[in-house]
Structures are given as C-alpha cells and as structure tokens.
C-alpha cells in the first residue's frame, strides 16, 4: 500500500481475470478509515485506455480527491491497453469486459455492492456499454462528452466522416499498439504524425496514410474509414460497438455532460435524449440529466478558443460529481433538487436551466437575397417573411483544393471563433437577420431546409450558424454538414436537379442580444473538421486532387421553393 496521504491508501497492479482468461489490471484507491470507516465502501470505477496513472485527470479531480470523500476508487486499464493483457479493439469488447469487472468488484472486500462509473470520452463509452448489460451492483453512471451511437454520434455527421478528430484519435491509439506489437517502423511513422497531428487530415488519400495503413498494425481506423454507412444499409458493423439499437437494456440514472464545442457534442446530447425515451425502465428514463457546459473536448472552463467566457463557466463539475455519487450511493438525497437540464447560453454567459429537452423549431427565418449573397460583403438576408416568386438563385463554386474552413482553422477546428475572415470569401453564401430589437434565446437544435441544384451528383451542404455581436464580431456558434450519397441514398441524387435538403446543425444555447444579429453560412466544407466530398465517383477516404472535381451549387430561394433556417427558440417566436 502506498501513502497517500490523509489516510487514503494506493494499492498499485490489482489484477482481475475474465472467463476468457485474459487478465485487467486496475489500481485501488481506498477511502481513511478514520473519515470513512473501516469499510466496505461504495466504489467508482473508471476503464480507460490512456494509463490508469492518468485517470482522466486533465479534466477530474485525482482519484485520491475522491477517495478522500469515502469512495473506494477504481481505475483499470481496458483489454490491451496498459498492463492489461489481450488485444485492443475500441468499443467491440468493452460490454462485456466491463460487466465482468463489476461483478468482481462485487466480490472485493473494499466494495459495499455500490458501483458508479465516471469518465469522459471514451471512458463515456465504456460506462453505457457495460450498462448495456445490466450488471448487478451498476447502480448509476456518468457518461461525459461521448456518445451512445458511434456512427451518428462519434465518427459520421450526416455522411461526412469527421476526418480531423477521427484520423488523429486513431493515430493516437495505434501509437500503443504499435509499441506492444514491437512494430518500430510503424511506431516512428505513428509518433512522426502525432508530433503534428492536426496537418495529418491534409494527406490524400487519407485511407492510404502511411501512419494507418500498416498491415501489421490493427485495422480498427481502416475500419471506422470504410464503413461509411449506418446500419440501415444492411451493415451491422457499428450495431456491433455501440448500444444505438438495444438501449431499453440501460435501467440506471445517467449523469450526461456535454460541451457545445466537443466533437462528441452531437452524440452525447442525442445519447442522454434517447436514454429519456427509450432506456429500458421508467425509473432510470425518469433519472437521466444533462449539463451542457460552454467547452470543448479538453479543457472544461472559462477560455473556449479566443474568448473568455466569464467565470460562470468556470462550473465545478467535480463537486456535482460528487453531490451524483452521494446521491445514489450513499443516499444523501443532494441531487434531489438539480434540474433535468442545466446548459450555458453563450453570449449572455450565464447558466439556464429545463426540464426537458426542446423537442421543435419553432422560429422558421427565410433566406433572401438579389443573387449575390456571395461572402459577408453580398446582399444575403434572413428574415421572418416568405421570399417572392422571383428571387434570384445564389450560386457558388466548390473547390476540394480551396476548400471552406472548419470554424477554428485547421488547427482549433471548433470553439466561438470570429468568422469575420473566413466569410470574406465568395465560395460561401452568408445571410443575415437585421438587428435584433429585443433578446433572442436559442435552446436545442437548429435544422435547414434547403432547395438546392448542384453541378456533381456527389455533393455536400455545410450550415454554419453564427452570431455577429454590436461591434461586428461574427461568433461562430454551431454547424451542420450533410451528404448527398448520405440524405438521399434511398431516393438517388441527380446533378442539376433542384432538390429539397433538410438536415440538422449541432445542438447549442445562445442568446442574441438587443441590437445584435444572427447570421448563416452555406457551404460544401468545413476542412478538415470534415472530410472533403471529391465531387466525383471516387470514394472521399480514396480521392486526391487527381479525383478531385469542382462543382457549382444553386441556392434556391422563392415562394416555390422556400429555403429556411429553423431554430428552437425559448419565447416569443418572432424575430
């Protein structure tokens, strides 16, 4: 046992054999038995596979802070990660493995049969799917900025690989794998590309980047790379990782955070509004929350990309945690009175609370323009009044090699940067609302419908929605990519044929402000938050500028063909 200090004891290596004989290793964190008694406790567990040295601390407390608070901590390595024996594959085993800790657990002295689980991302992951499996002992969880279905939620928005965050996780992942594996050369190119992990999205074809593509290595990132569809084109590939089609198996409370510029940001809302219909008792849809805070994956406070965001940002996650933990564990009845949703409204900085989700749209604001909405410098509008049945077509060109940026550049990708530069540019449409007279509330998720024609068959819409504070500071606040192959693979796509696109933007809280405006951006990229479409029959994961193809889109605006944004306003309906 090693001295933690204050009576709380570390007790390094404990190893846990599964019923397929492959071995986990875990480090034990136990509470003073001067503060918490001599035991059993009730236990925290975190699987993860970053080292359980780490424990998730660069956004948790350390797991001795919580053992400090009476709680026999647990952090294990996942299988082949670590110490842990056996071979890694993200998400495949992790149901199973994890309902099997948690029976052992059962059986260990320091554990009083009351489980909870923590952990962000995919340690977020690793709670629902053990969950899924409805251990005796699980009694709640806290799933943080992760996402219950991993093709929607994870990996694809809409048919458009999220390229930069999936390409530099893998990366990231194989670094280990290929150290276990004894693969030096493929660990020289892994750590080569990490060394500068953002410009990696840049290498075309990206399928065939020789950080992935080594035979020897495993083929999880080639995987998540070829199968671009969800399963209902008859795959059952990411069926067989996540709990999106069986979550009526989650019968316990679900403490979800969210961060309105996470990458997962999309997956872990969507997770926490599924589990409110569909997990599998009415005491566990009655006990799911929601804190959505003002942050993206790493760090959780107040400095989100270049703004600060005011101290109520700064939100003490650890301490409500814990008032969670004591709650269900300890029965303290401290969560009692917490809200069923607690989210950050951006640009009033400031705390909002609800008791369910917004389930409509119910602002409806029409894209106008003369014809050359062309970059914040043209005639675009948006209004609450139905075009005429002769506004003019916008038109733009796309192209792969100069493509549209993701809202932070290539290297922040997402946070409430200024769009100021980037919507300079004529390749993206821009439309504006006058200024608003009074507040404006936006609470939920923001949809479009757009009458399009595009030039190529395969072709992508990007929806960016920003706020242009009094000072002229365009914000972004929330975005939206769809593909054609993607929104009409039952109906088939046609160049030069005005079709109806609806899809959704990300979810956010965001008030607009007296005298301020809201505006929206269309595109065919955000590069490389997404991957770019090569506007030809090739394959995206395949496609270098020698595939590439430009493509001009018509943005179609008339009484015939109405293009909207939708918005979920709190209020009054009108702008």
Known sequence: MIDCGKGVRLERGVRCTLGDGVTLVSDHYYPSVESAGAGPWPTLLMRQPYGRDIASTVVYAHPVWFARQGYHVVIQDVRGRGDSEGEF????NEGRDGAETIAWLMRHPACNGRIGMYGFSYQGSTQLLAAAENPEGLVCIAPHMTAADLYHGWFYHQGALRLASTLGWGIQMLREDARRLGLRAASDRLEAAWANVRAQAGFVPYAQHPAIADAELPSYVRDWIAHRWPDDKGESYWSELDISTHLDKIRVPALHISGWFDTYLEGSV????????????????????????????????????????????????DALLLRWFNHWLKDSGEFTAEPR???????????????????????????????????????????????????????FVYDPEVSVLAPGGPQSLSGPFDQAVLEMGNNLLVYSTAPAVIARHIFGQPR??????????HADLAAKLVRVTAAGRAEFISIGIARSDWLFRDSGYRADEVRRWEFTLEPTSVVIAAGESLRLEIASSAFPLYDRNPSSDVRPQDADNWNWRRS????????????????????????
């Open 552 to 575: 001009t889109q018509q943005i179609v605006h008339t009484s015939e063909y109405p293009s909207a944004l939708h918005l979920p306003v709190v209020g009054a309906v009108a702008w």
């Open 448 to 457: 479009v419908t757009l009458y399009a024609a595009t030039s190529a068959a």
């Open 89 to 92: 594959y993200p998400f495949r």
């Open 270 to 317: 969507a997770g926490f509004a599924a589990l409110r219909k569909q997990a599998g008792s009415e005491f566990a849809r009655e006990n799911q929350y929601l804190l959505a805070g003002p942050w993206v994956h790493i760090p959780w406070g107040d400095r989100v990309g270049d703004m600060n965001l005011g101290p109520a940002a700064n939100f003490d996650t």
């Open 341 to 395: 949703v607690r989210h950050f409204a951006l640009g009033a900085n400031e705390w909002h609370t609800a008791e369910e989700w917004p389930a409509d749209a119910p602002l409806t604001l029409y894209l106008h323009s003369e014809g050359n909405a062309n970059s914040r410098k043209g005639d675009g509008v948006l209004s609450d009044e139905l075009p005429s049945s002769s506004e003019p077509r916008d038109v």
